[in-house]
């Protein structure tokens, strides 16, 4: 995947990323090591584009790497709350997924 850092084109492998996140209609990737780089187009437009065994739209604002979920558990007794690994504790992302998305994501949680 080719992503950026500044005015510079980085290519980082796709298992290298933790998730994507899109902030004021750009999107971010986060790699193992904590580095936010910027992707090319939108949410929407790079799903089809991974693997949908290895990554999941959790929800309108991210797309998680199963290599790095370290844990989820229930939140607000119908929803999930997902904990990603290798994210520096300075970035806090609290990455819900909504009652609606709850079933896929543990139908695709267990069958990895």
Do not use: C
């Amino acid at each position: 995947m080719v992503v950026k850092k500044g005015t510079e084109n980085i290519s980082i492998p796709l298992e290298n990323i933790v998730f994507f996140y899109t902030e004021n209609k750009i999107v971010f990737a986060i790699d193992h090591t904590g580095k936010k780089y910027v992707a090319n187009g939108s949410l929407a437009t790079l799903q089809p584009e991974l693997d949908s065994n290895i990554f999941f739209r959790a929800n309108r604002q991210y797309i998680v790497n199963i290599s790095y979920v370290k844990s989820f558990r229930t939140y607000e007794k119908v929803k999930l709350r997902v904990e990603m690994n290798a994210v520096h504790q300075g970035d806090q992302h609290f990455i819900i997924i909504s009652q609606e998305t709850a079933p896929a994501f543990r139908k695709w949680i267990y069958a990895a």
